[in-house]
C-alpha cells in the first residue's frame, strides 16, 4: 500500500521557536490533509490542502501542498505549551477515500 | 459544534469473544470510516461506508471485521472472534458532502486479554 514518510519523529524545543516538519511519499495524494492528536483523544483536522503548490494558513501554523503532489510541510511559528502533542500528516487519492497516515512527530516544548 | 461520539471509551474483552464498538456519525455526514491506532504507532484506515455498504476496505479489514448501520443514527464496527493484536484505539470519523475534511471521534480503546 502506500506509505508516508514523515519527520522527524520527535523533536524538542523551546517555547517560543518554530516547528517545521514534513512528509514525503512515493506515490501522489490528490489531498493532504494534517492532524494533531493529544493523548488519548482522536486525530483533529488543522489544515486541508487541495492543490499543488497551495499554502495555506491557520493563525500560527502554515501548510505547503508540494507542487510534485508527493510531498506537504508544515510549519508551527511562536509555538506554545499547547501546541505539545503528536502531529501527523495524511494523504488522500480519491475525495471520499480512506486516509493514509505518516507515522507522526512526537511535538514536546521545553520550559 | 456538532461532533463524532463514540461508546464505549473503554472496552476490555476476553480474545475468542465479540466486540461491536459504537459511532454517533455527525448527523448530516454521508461518508463514515473507521480506522485503528495500535499503541505508538500510526493511524491506520480499514474501511469506509456510503449508501449502506461498503465502499473501500483495507487489507486489515478481514473477514473477521464487518460494519454496519443499524439505524439513522448509528454505525457499528464488529469484530467477530478477537485476537490480542486487535487491541488498539478504534477511531470512527465521517465525512461530509460540501468539504473533503473526515471529523474523527475520541476513539474505543480496545483492550484484548
Known amino acids: 500500500g502506500q506509505q508516508l514518510n514523515q519527520s522527524p519523529q520527535s523533536m524538542f524545543i523551546q517555547e517560543g521557536e518554530d516547528v517545521s516538519m514534513n512528509c514525503t511519499s512515493s506515490s501522489i495524494f490528490n489531498t493532504w490533509l494534517w492532524y494533531k492528536q493529544d493523548p488519548g483523544e482522536g486525530p483533529v483536522l488543522l489544515i486541508a490542502?487541495?492543490?499543488?503548490?497551495e499554502l495555506t494558513s491557520n493563525g500560527r501554523l502554515t501548510a505547503q501542498f508540494g507542487i510534485t503532489r508527493k510531498d506537504s510541510f508544515l510549519n508551527i511559528s511562536a509555538s506554545i505549551p499547547s501546541d505539545v502533542g503528536i502531529y501527523f500528516c495524511?494523504?488522500?487519492?480519491?475525495?471520499?477515500?480512506?486516509?493514509?497516515f505518516g507515522k507522526g512527530t512526537h511535538l514536546i516544548i521545553q520550559p | 459544534e456538532p461532533e463524532v461520539t463514540q461508546t464505549p471509551s473503554h472496552q476490555v474483552t476476553q480474545m475468542g469473544q465479540e466486540v461491536i464498538l459504537r459511532c454517533v456519525p455527525i448527523?448530516?455526514?454521508?461518508?463514515f470510516y473507521w480506522y485503528r491506532q495500535i499503541l505508538g504507532q500510526k493511524v491506520e484506515f480499514l474501511v469506509s461506508?456510503?449508501?449502506?455498504?461498503?465502499?473501500?476496505k483495507s487489507e486489515i479489514f478481514d473477514d473477521q471485521f464487518s460494519v454496519e448501520r443499524p439505524d439513522g443514527s448509528n454505525f457499528t464496527l464488529k469484530i467477530r472472534s478477537t485476537k490480542l493484536e486487535d487491541s488498539a484505539m478504534y477511531f470512527c470519523?465521517?465525512?461530509?458532502?460540501?468539504?473533503?475534511?473526515?471529523?474523527f471521534g475520541p476513539g474505543t480503546r480496545l483492550t484484548v486479554l
Open positions: 490542502l487541495y492543490k499543488a503548490g
Open positions: 470519523a465521517s465525512l461530509p458532502l460540501t468539504v473533503n475534511e473526515q471529523f
Open positions: 448527523s448530516n455526514h454521508l461518508y
Open positions: 461506508f456510503y449508501n449502506n455498504e461498503i465502499s473501500e
Open positions: 495524511a494523504g488522500q487519492t480519491g475525495g471520499a477515500d480512506g486516509l493514509t
